[in-house]
Every structure is written in structure tokens, then in C-alpha cells.
């Protein structure tokens, strides 16, 4: 079945790598995949103060890709700023969520809407869900809108920062973000089979989709015979440990399971754990059985 080409506009929060993180590879994965479709593809960037435009461009020369970029204009805070952002608050209470609020700032919008107007796309696709502002912009000007879940935002919060006054107030936030997320898509793409039935819940007539992670297939490899004499590897990583739950599924490794393995069956099983930011109490476990190996490119 062949599939006729489309003018997409990818937009990102922050530019993704190849070599970081799984969001990141989902990312830029994604839009190489719709490229190797056939489609004509632009990805538009909106950089934090820690990435330099130049570097970015540089970048998406050598893997072929047509990227824009545009810096987020809340890198310093201003009173001029801050009533700015009341204004819109006033007007749209979902800009409570700071994520969404800068997707949703009056110069991003304007650049937004250049791109649309310049790129002239059939179909826009969002890389979070917290990018809700720019769907406003496309359905304003009819133009179909994917939207692409990374998680839903509100559970994430609370499984991440736990449950305080302050994070009530940003999960109501997030919450209401995730409706209009959902309202303004044509689609909408989860990520798990559970977070598609949240969906489905919270809108019946938005369709939802899911999409395993898009960088997944390009690490695959055949398999291979596994060593029959001790010890076994076992590799444990995650992006960065300063991540509360990359952080707890380490600790249990560490302090739970692998010394239960090492009181039933020593020297049978060696860990190797890979990922920079450790902390000191649990790298302070380093044994002959688990091997700290940092952060590896």
C-alpha cells in the first residue's frame, strides 16, 4: 500500500539526540522515519538557555535533516515578564503548567505561526503533550494535529515529585493540559496500552493510537548465545540516576536483589550497572558482584 507524501512540521520542546535518552531517540528517530516515508519533513526546535543554535544546526546537517530553531524567550525573569505571563494565565488558567506556558508565550506563538505560514504543513505533528498551545494555533487554521504522548503528564508528576500542596496544584494544571491536549488532537499517540485507556477515558471520540518507542528497532540485534558457565552478566542502566524513579529501581537492584541472589546461588551472577549519577550511598555497594561502569557514550 503506497502512502501519498505530506508537508509535516514537527514541533519539539528541547532538541533531541540520537546517542541521549529514549524521549530523545523517540524524537529524533520519528522524524527520520517519516523522512525515510517520503515525506517532507521540518522539525522545529524550541531550545533551552544550555543549547546553542549553531551547534544544533551543525548537528542536523549530518544526519539530513531540515531543522529550525528557536530559543525560548523565558531565559531571565522580568516584571514585565511576570505580568505577561499573569495576563495569560488570566485568559487560559491551563498556562498554570510552566511547560505549557512557554509553548504558549505570545513571541513563541508568533514564530509558531510564521512556520505554518512559511512551511504551509498538512499535518502538524506535537512531541509532548504539553505543546497544546501550538495545536490551538493549527486548528484555528484547520490543519490536522498528531500529538504524541511521552506519558500522562499528571501521574508522571506525582510517580516523580510525590503528592504535596504545591504538586496538587501543578497535577490540576497538568491535568487540565492533558484535556486540551486530547480535545485539540485529530489523533492522539500514547506510548503504553495503559496510558491509551486513560485516554480513551478522559475523550471517547478522540482517537488514540499506540506507538512503542520509534528508536526501539535500531537497537535490536540478532540474537546471540548466552555464556553457559558462571557468572552471568546482567547490565542494569538508566539515563541518569538523578531521576527519582531510575534512582529507586537501582536501589532495589542494589540493595535488594542482588544480594538475595548472592545468598542463593555465589558467584553465580555478576551486575553491571551503567549510568552516571549515582549516588554516593548506594555506589558505596560496589562489590566483586556489581560493577559501577558510569556514564558510557
Known amino acids: 500500500m503506497s502512502i501519498s507524501p505530506n508537508r509535516i512540521l514537527i514541533f519539539t520542546p528541547v532538541f533531541p539526540k540520537m546517542h541521549k535518552g529514549a524521549s530523545e531517540q523517540d524524537e529524533i528517530y520519528g522524524a527520520l522515519q517519516l523522512q525515510a516515508l517520503g515525506h517532507q519533513v521540518r522539525l522545529v526546535a524550541i531550545l533551552p538557555m544550555y543549547q546553542i543554535p549553531e551547534e544544533i544546526m551543525s548537528y542536523a546537517q549530518t544526519i539530513h535533516l531540515n531543522v529550525v530553531v528557536c530559543p525560548y524567550p523565558l531565559q531571565r525573569f522580568s516584571i514585565q515578564e511576570l505580568f505577561t505571563r499573569l495576563r495569560s494565565i488570566a485568559s487560559q488558567p491551563g498556562l498554570t503548567d510552566g511547560s505549557a506556558y512557554q509553548h504558549g508565550h505570545p513571541d513563541v506563538k508568533r514564530f509558531v505561526s510564521t512556520q505554518i505560514e512559511t512551511f504551509a504543513p498538512d499535518i502538524i505533528w506535537l512531541d509532548n503533550n ?12 484547520s490543519i490536522p494535529v498528531i500529538t504524541r504522548s511521552q506519558n500522562f503528564e499528571p501521574q508522571h508528576l506525582l ?6 500542596l504545591t504538586n496538587s496544584v501543578r497535577y490540576l494544571s497538568k491535568y487540565f493540559g492533558e484535556i486540551k491536549a486530547l480535545n485539540l488532537s485529530t489523533i492522539m499517540v500514547a506510548i503504553t496500552p495503559r496510558e491509551q485507556e486513560i485516554y480513551k477515558h478522559l475523550s471517547p471520540n478522540t482517537p488514540v493510537e499506540i506507538l512503542p518507542l520509534r528508536g526501539l528497532p535500531y537497537h535490536l540485534r540478532p540474537p546471540h548465545r ?22 529507586a529501581a537501582l536501589s532495589f537492584v542494589v540493595k535488594e536483589i542482588a544480594p538475595h541472589l548472592r545468598s ?11 549510568g552516571g549519577k549515582v549516588p554516593k550511598g548506594i555506589a558505596y555497594h560496589q562489590s566483586d558482584d556489581i560493577v559501577f561502569h558510569g556514564y558510557v557514550e
Open 130 to 141: 504539553f505543546l497544546w498551545p501550538i495545536a490551538e494555533i493549527a486548528k484555528k487554521k
Open 159 to 164: 510517580d516523580e515529585s510525590g503528592l504535596s
Open 226 to 247: 548466552v555464556n553457559d558457565h558462571p557468572p552471568l552478566n546482567i547490565f542494569f542502566w538508566g539515563s541518569t540516576y538523578n531521576v527519582p524513579h531510575n534512582r
Open 264 to 274: 542463593q546461588a555465589p558467584h553465580q551472577f555478576r551486575w553491571h550497572i551503567i
